[in-house]
């Protein structure tokens, strides 16, 4: 699948300027044309639905004390998703991003990073590749399931996974170490 939108009233908001659930409630007033699937789930994403919500009972009573799980969060327009089929494989019309390392510099500089509300919480929402990219705004799952999508859509087998990590990661603070994966620019 290849991402492209004609232009629309969405070009005309400034996303930046609204917080997230400023964009989905702004997103859902307008009368935009989009797929079928983002409005509502078919019959077998129903029974996936369900097969979630029996593991997470599952889940919980067997751990107890570990936090929950991001398995079906609800899309920008309220429908519940499992998390794997918000990850549609995409592909740009732009060959320079095909290297794995290159799209992920172009997620990184072309999409604003916006904290999650609470850093410690899972999201209620993660929008669609599609949405993020429209939007050029989003948080670390908005922003890993575009890459994931991105990277699936030329080849690579990529993966969503989803953690825990500490208040000096999530919001960009890389005062105190340089990251050993970093090449040095020459």
């Not at 916006?114 to 908005?142: A, H, K, Y």
Request: hydrophobic content about 35%; overall charge negative; some cysteine.
């Amino acid at each position: 699948m290849s991402i492209k939108r004609a232009s629309t009233q969405l070009d005309s908001i400034d996303w930046q300027s609204l917080s997230k659930i400023n964009r989905i409630q702004q997103l859902n007033t307008l009368e935009e044309e989009v797929p079928h699937s983002y409005r509502e789930n078919d019959i077998r994403e129903d029974v996936v639905l369900e097969y979630v919500v029996h593991f997470e009972k599952q889940y919980t009573q067997l751990f107890p004390n570990r936090k929950k799980l991001l398995l079906s969060p609800m899309n920008e327009y309220g429908v519940n998703k499992f998390i794997s089929t918000t990850v549609v494989p995409s592909q740009l019309p732009y060959p320079e991003i095909y290297d794995y390392d290159k799209c992920a510099s172009f997620v990184s500089n072309y999409i604003t990073y916006e904290q999650l509300l609470e850093p410690t919480r899972l999201p209620n929402v993660v929008c669609s590749p599609s949405t993020t990219l429209q939007m050029q705004i989003g948080d670390c799952f908005d922003m890993a399931v575009l890459l994931v999508s991105l990277l699936k859509g030329v080849g690579y087998n990529a993966f969503c996974v989803s953690g825990y990590a500490t208040q000096r990661v999530t919001t960009l603070n890389t005062e105190v170490k340089n990251c050993p994966f970093v090449v040095p620019k020459k």
